[in-house]
Structures are given as structure tokens and as C-alpha cells.
RNA sequence: GCCGGGGUAGCUCAGCGGUUAGAGCGAUUGAUUCAUAAUCAAUAGGUCACGAGUUCAAAUCUCGUCCCCGGUACCA
């Protein structure tokens, strides 16, 4: 029986590059997920896109004297490219520029209006004295009122930790042009949370499998819940759906408030693509769904408190429910990361502290990156990536245990056969390693259906180790040179376990996995490939996404009957090993930078 | 400040009330040589941040202290 699962990942911001940081947090937990559950035969709709409003994003181009668009324009390319070399398998990607996501954002929005759960408060805002612009309180610095540090920001004291309101500083100054900012009163939309305070409550406390950090942040910020604003005074973002504000350029949606609804849009965007466009409802109005999201820690409360909320006020309204069928399905699970380190410092574009995956993957394949994210990334804590640790575990676990086991298996077998041997009659140690590598469907399986991606690894490895164990002990090459038949036998068995070892390692390294699969003699894709494709929309806009012809993959996540007979193709290394030069290098780049 | 998470072997991390606290790597020793000098086995290595408490039993629960990370509602 197929489930239908979401698997909802964050949305890049399309600013500028993404890191290393980026894509451990969501991006390849993500994909792991969503590859096992297609495996599985499961029903699955992985989808995310750039997320392209928003203050920074407007900062940035004028500093490059280019619209906001045309810097949107070239990183959702950059972003698009990284994901799509490290493989994440999205049904789409797309971005938030789309008139359909504009669309379904407004709907929301009109429909959580006209229920009265959006409403007009005046608020005390910053503008630039020089262009009238907007500026958020962080973009405003001054002198700390407590600790008299002289660069503290508008929201807070880097230096003392205070918590504080722009006009709170001394000498304030907006951080784009150095003037000191003008105060006024501005009208804004805002959401109001806490006529959802009961339910997210009785909704949240059932949600024991959430990791403990993620339910009890969510629960403690009920207590004082308030309205949040979800519209700024800001030129680049979705209009604001109402008549009186149809010619107005100087107020738009908030930009987090549309990023969360691209969940919905892009379900409907990939519905309409397919020519399908009310299957988005088969997730989406399906109480038996499961959607899960996946996300860096600092993601949470949109995604536990303020998405449900909306979702909530939605139900199944507005003109794209359709007020038929079932309220839009709440977030079943929300797996959040904590975050990398690089080299013991935080991740930092200005300070040069930083890997883009665009260069990480130009020196470097994606299977490693993917292995080291998975084994050693910031599942339950914050972890450190350190290009020493990182040429490690390439060389000393992934070549030496996995690689090195595929490499002596195969030039074995290929050397001594040509093809898959025939077996003889089977030993109990034969049966034995062939059933605990067999086991690891339900093992590794479970693990990875409960996100736990990094005990999900280690097993498939701690396996892989089992097989070279088991060729160390009995010898085939020895045997061979008195007893064929023997021979012959311990290969096969071992065969067997490197095919079935390379279903659970692929969604985890879809590339090794595929090569592996070549050089086994199979054909097809066992999980792949993704493309890109453009789509026009109605306007006569165009926009590229990224996306794959999943159903086609011949991977399943069950043992294989490896065919006797089937002949081999000449085997290589599916991994390569780093020169110990590497980490000088790479640390002599980060100095330069 | 407040809220949440974390501090465990040389390193990177699991474990989160129950036999003598685990893995990988590193170290030492031995075996092996089919394989990218890749493998396999054994040994050594820890007052589980610190202090107090609850309990038959604490790395695990409670309280306090110190340090690191995130959030703190106008960064996303």
C-alpha cells in the first residue's frame, strides 16, 4: 500500500550563493528522505524553489545597480545548478517570482482577510532619509544605550545581548548609507496568531515523534503569542491583494509569508506542469498523508507556529481549495538541523569564512559531499566541517570500507568469470552474511523513515564492513586456485551483498550507486536522472525548474535476484582518494579569501 | 535578560534511568596480500563540563554554576 508523501524543503534565499551550511540543514536530509520513500513505492512529492523577496535581496542589487529581478534571476540559476550536481531529487524547484506561487499567495491572503484572521495595526518604522527606503532593524546601527558599544544593531547588542528597539540607539544610522534614519508611522497587515493559540496547542502536544527541540521551542512560544506583521514597506515583494492597494508600490507581502505558501503553490504548480492540476490535492486534502518538512533550526517557528496558522485559517477555502474536501494538511513532522561550523567558525560570506557548493563541487564529486553531510553534518548538534575531516572520511571510510569492497569484489569476479558466477550449494556462513545484508532493508529502512539519517549510514557502512569481513575469512582468492566451484560460490554471495549494500547506499549516494549499477551489468537508471525543464506560464513568462522522471527508476528498496550469467562490465574505482595536499590547499584558498 | 539545544575516549560523534559507557578514525600489536598500501583481528585509551540532590541504580532525572550554538517576533 503506497503513502503520499510531502517532503517540503526550505527554500534557498536567492541573495547571493549557497554554502556548505545550506545544503547539510535541508538539502541532502531532504533528498535521502524523499529517495528511500520513491524506493519504498511510495508516493512522493519533494518540492521547494528560491525564495526571491525580501529586503536583502533588494539591498543587493542596488549595490550592484541591477534590478532585484535580474539578481533573482541569477542565483535561482546558480542555486538551481548546485542542487541539481548534488543530485536533490525534486519533483520541482521552482521559485517565488512565478505568477502561479503569486497567485496562491494572494489567494491566502484575501482569504485569511475576508475571515478576519489578518488584521491593520500601525507600527513605528525606519526609512532611509536619503530614498525613503525601508529599513529593517537590523540594517539600522548605533551606539548601545546599556553597554555603549558603538556598532550595536537595531533589534540587538552584539556585545552585551540586549534586545532593543532602533530608537533605543544613540546616534543611529542606517547601515546602507551611513545617515541617520527618519521615524514614522506605518499602516501594516498583520497575522493574527493568537486566535490559533488553541489549536496549534492542541494540535502541537500530540506531536510526540517531533525531536524534543522543535515541539517544546514551539509549545514555550504559545505562552505570548502576538500578531505578527506579514506585509513591509518595500517595492519588491507580491502586491497586496486588496483594491486600495492595487496601484500601490510602496507596501507588499512580507517575504516569509509568501515562503512558507510556496509548499502549496509549488504542489500546484507540479500538478499543473503534469497536466494533472487537481493532484496537488491528493497530498494536500488527503488526511492519511504524510508531509514532512525538513529545515535549518532557525526556520522552526515559521514552519510550527505561523505556516499551521495559516493553514489553519485557510482550511480548504479560497479560490484554489475551492471550499470542497478536506483543510489543507497540517505539517506532519518538521525534522530541523542545527547548523555547520566551518573550521570552528560560523559560516560567514563577508568574512571570507565560507565553502559555496558551486566550488566545493567543482573541485570535489557529490557522493563524498553527500557521505560526509550524512555521517558527520548537524543532525543533533552542531557539527564542524574541516577539510582535514573531511579527506579523512572520504580515504579512510568511504574508499577504504565501501569503495575498497565494490573494487576487490568486482575485479574478482570479472577477472576470474566475466560475469555472475554460477553457485554452488550455499554454507551456513554464505546464508548467513547474505540474510544480515539482506536484514538492512528493514534496518536502514526504518532509520531513515524516522530522519535519522546518520545512525541510517553508519548501519549501511557497519554492513559493508560485515562483507569484508567475510572475504577476508574465507578467501576466494586462495580458493580459487584449488577449488572453482568454491570459489565461484564466496563471489556470488559476495555479489549479492554489493548489490543489495548499493540499493541502501543510494539514497545516500545516488551517483556511486548508479556507476555501480552499470559495472553490475544492469541497465536503467536505478534512481535517476534529474532534468531541467522550462515551463511559459499563462502571462507569456518563462521560468526553468528542476524536476526528474522518477517513476521510472528500477531501484526498489528490496533484495535483488542478481541474475547468474549477467556479465560484467570492466570494473573502476567509484571513489576517488584525496591527496593529504588537499587540506593545505583548500586551507591556503579559505586564507586568500 | 528570557526561551530552547548542546558540553561524553587524542579527533569527529552515538547513547539520554538499568549488566563492566559505545562507534568510526587515530595509537599499539598481530594476520593477510584479491583490492584505490585498500582489508581483518586484538589491545590500550573516559571521575560522561563542574557542584549538589533524588533513586536500589544517574552520562541519562532535578537544582545551581561555567562555557558554546540558535531564537527572541522588521534578516531570511
Known amino acids: 500500500m503506497s503513502e503520499y508523501i510531502l517532503v517540503a524543503v526550505a527554500w534557498p534565499y536567492a541573495s547571493g550563493p549557497r554554502h556548505l551550511g545550506h545544503v547539510a540543514g535541508f538539502g541532502v536530509p531532504a533528498d535521502i528522505f524523499a529517495r528511500y520513500q520513491r524506493m519504498k513505492g511510495n508516493r512522493v512529492l519533494m518540492i521547494s524553489g528560491t525564495d526571491e523577496h525580501g529586503t536583502p535581496v533588494t539591498l543587493a542589487a542596488d549595490k550592484e545597480g541591477i534590478t532585484p529581478k535580474q539578481l533573482v534571476d541569477r542565483y535561482n540559476e546558480v542555486i538551481g545548478n548546485d542542487l541539481y550536481q548534488l ?44 530614498t525613503g527606503q525601508a529599513l ?10 546599556i553597554c555603549g558599544y558603538s556598532e550595536a544593531r537595531g533589534d540587538q547588542c552584539d556585545n552585551c545581548g540586549s534586545q532593543l528597539d532602533p530608537t533605543d540607539l544613540i546616534n543611529p544610522r542606517s547601515k546602507v548609507d551611513g545617515q541617520p534614519p527618519v521615524f514614522r508611522d506605518s499602516e501594516h497587515f498583520f497575522l493574527d496568531l493568537p486566535a490559533f493559540a488553541a489549536q496549534l496547542q492542541a494540535w502541537l502536544v500530540q506531536q510526540e515523534h517531533w525531536r524534543p527541540n522543535v515541539r517544546s521551542f514551539s509549545l514555550n512560544m504559545l505562552a505570548d503569542l502576538k500578531a505578527r506583521a506579514i506585509t513591509r514597506d518595500l517595492e519588491w515583494g507580491i502586491p497586496i491583494p486588496l483594491p486600495e492597494y492595487a496601484d500601490r508600490n510602496d507596501k507588499k507581502i512580507y ?19 503534469q497536466g494533472t492540476p487537481d493532484a496537488w490535492r491528493e497530498w494536500w486534502q488527503n488526511p492519511s498523508a504524510r508531509h514532512v518538512y525538513f529545515m535549518g533550526k532557525d526556520n522552526i517557528v515559521f514552519h510550527s507556529i505561523i505556516w499551521p496558522s495559516m493553514l489553519l485559517g485557510y482550511g480548504n477555502g ?18 530541523s538541523s542545527e547548523f555547520l561550523t566551518m573550521e570552528g567558525k560560523k559560516f560567514s560570506s563577508s568574512r ?26 548537524p543532525e543533533n548538534q552542531d557539527t564542524d566541517f574541516t577539510w582535514a575531516e573531511f579527506v579523512r572520511r572520504n580515504n579512510e571510510e568511504l574508499v577504504a570500507t565501501w569503495g575498497n569492497l565494490v573494487n576487490r569484489t568486482l575485479t574478482n569476479v570479472y577477472r576470474n568469470f566475466g560475469c555472475v558466477p554460477q553457485p554452488g550449494r550455499l554454507s551456513d556462513v554464505d546464508q548467513g552474511v547474505l540474510d544480515e545484508i539482506a536484514h538492512g532493508f528493514t534496518t536502514v529502512g526504518e532509520l531513515i523513515d524516522a530522519a535519522r539519517f546518520q545512525a541510517a549510514i553508519k548501519e549501511t557502512m557497519r554492513l559493508a564492513s560485515l562483507v569484508n ?7 576466494p582468492w586462495r580458493v580459487i586456485k584449488t577449488d572453482r566451484e568454491r570459489a565461484a560460490t ?16 543510494t539514497p545516500f549516494l545516488p551517483f556511486s550507486s548508479q556507476q555501480l549499477h552499470a559495472m553490475l551489468g544492469y541497465s536503467g537508471f536505478i534512481a535517476g536522472p534529474l532534468e531541467f525543464r522550462e515551463y511559459t506560464e499563462s502571462d507569456g513568462s518563462t521560468h526553468r525548474v528542476l524536476t526528474g522522471a522518477y517513476a521510472t527508476w528500477v531501484g526498489r528498496w ?19 582518494k584525496l591527496d593529504e595536499s588537499v587540506v593545505a590547499e583548500e586551507l591556503a584558498r579559505l586564507e586568500q579569501a
Open 469 to 475: 569481513n567475510y572475504l577476508s575469512e574465507q578467501e
Open 558 to 576: 528490496e533484495p535483488t535476484d542478481l541474475p547468474v550469467g549477467q556479465a560484467l562490465l570492466q570494473p573502476a574505482p567509484l571513489f576517488k
Open 318 to 335: 479560497g479560490t484554489f481549495g475551492g471550499g470542497q474536501g478536506e483543510p489543507l494538511h497540517l505539517p506532519t513532522n518538521i525534522v
Open 352 to 377: 571570507g569564512i565560507v565553502i559555496y557548493v558551486r566550488d566545493f563541487l567543482s573541485r570535489y564529486d557529490p557522493d563524498p559531499l553527500r557521505y560526509f553531510l550524512t555521517i558527520a553534518g
Open 136 to 145: 529593517p532593524d537590523r540594517y539600522i546601527e548605533g551606539t548601545c544605550p
Open 490 to 505: 564466496i563471489l556470488y554471495v559476495a555479489l549479492r551483498c554489493v548489490d543489495n549494500l548499493k540499493l541502501m547506499f
Open 255 to 273: 517575504v516569509w509569508f509568501d515562503a512558507v505558501i510556496g509548499y502549496l503553490s509549488a504542489s500546484i504548480e507540479w500538478a499543473h506542469n
Open 87 to 130: 543530485g536533490l531529487s525534486y519533483d520541482l524547484f521552482t521559485r517565488t517570482t512565478t505568477r502561479n506561487h503569486y497567485a496562491v499567495t494572494q489567494d491566502l491572503f484575501k482569504t485569511l482577510y475576508e475571515r478576519g484572521y489578518i488584521i491593520v495595526q500601525t507600527t513605528l518604522g525606519a526609512f532611509s532619509a536619503s
